[in-house]
């Protein structure tokens, strides 16, 4: 069975600083969507940044971006100059290319200090 | 593009009464999910269509649940004898299938919140 683990339940940062949120996950396949969304406090989530499996090169939307490690099976999101915005939980999923459902993480709460 | 809008937002209901949740996915989106989501816990997966076609279940969905989407736009949830596990932040989520490689994204909507007393 695939599994998503999110091993940082609470991380906080300065505000314009740097963070990274850790995600793993074990599957057998190795064609697969990894993605990150984002759950602000009573607000809907939202997708942050995809990334395809059989893509080596690691995807970036403005200041978010991701180090994917195929091997190691692990799927970590950096964020730079974080902004007061940017606190919310955020959540790391998989799916299987041909599949429709996502496999979520617990999630990590990012809080943004002033 | 209005996004996905669910109703109720909350519903409190006592223990062995029925329920029934509203998903209206973004027009055209042909594919529909929902996901139940419980505290501090990542959503998980519950059922999909396809347009009206119900395509794949969860082991969650016990003979409780029961999902409709009969002229492939809106969706209904139904619980049925509601039990106090069944307290949770029912998600729901649509995405345009396209052909290739099935890179849709879902888009999820701001989710129905069940307490069950």
């Known amino acids: 069975a695939q599994t998503v683990t999110q091993s940082q339940p609470e991380m906080s940062v300065q505000e314009a600083e740097t963070v990274t949120l850790s995600c793993t996950y074990d599957?057998?396949?190795?064609?697969?969507?990894l993605f990150w969304y984002k759950q602000p406090p009573s607000r809907q989530m939202i997708l942050v940044i995809r990334?395809?499996?059989?893509?080596?090169q690691n995807a970036t939307e403005n200041r978010f971006s991701v180090n994917f490690q195929k091997a190691a099976k692990s799927f970590s999101l950096k964020i730079s100059d974080s902004q007061l915005g940017d606190a919310a939980m955020y959540f790391c999923?998989?799916?299987?290319?041909?599949?429709?459902?996502?496999?979520f993480g617990q999630g990590t709460r990012l809080t943004i200090n002033p | 593009d209005t996004g996905v809008s669910q109703d109720p937002r909350h519903k409190i209901t006592k223990r062995g009464q029925n329920v029934t949740f509203r998903c209206d996915p973004i027009?055209?989106?042909?594919?529909l999910y929902w996901y139940r989501q419980t505290l501090g816990q990542g959503p998980e997966f519950l059922t999909y269509?396809?347009?009206?076609?119900?395509?794949?279940k969860s082991r969650l969905l016990s003979d409780r649940f029961s999902a409709e989407r009969p002229k492939g736009s809106f969706s209904t949830l139904e619980i049925q004898r509601t039990e106090q596990g069944d307290s949770a932040m029912y998600l729901c989520?649509?995405?345009?299938?396209?052909?290739?490689?099935?890179?849709?994204?879902?888009?999820f909507g701001p989710g129905t919140r069940l307490t069950v007393l």
């Open positions: 989520a649509s995405s345009l299938a396209t052909s290739g490689r099935g890179t849709d994204t879902q888009y």
């Open positions: 599957t057998s396949e190795s064609d697969y969507y």
């Open positions: 990334q395809e499996a059989y893509k080596q």
């Open positions: 999923a998989y799916r299987i290319q041909g599949a429709q459902k996502l496999v």
């Open positions: 027009s055209e989106h042909n594919r």
């Open positions: 269509f396809q347009n009206e076609a119900q395509l794949e």
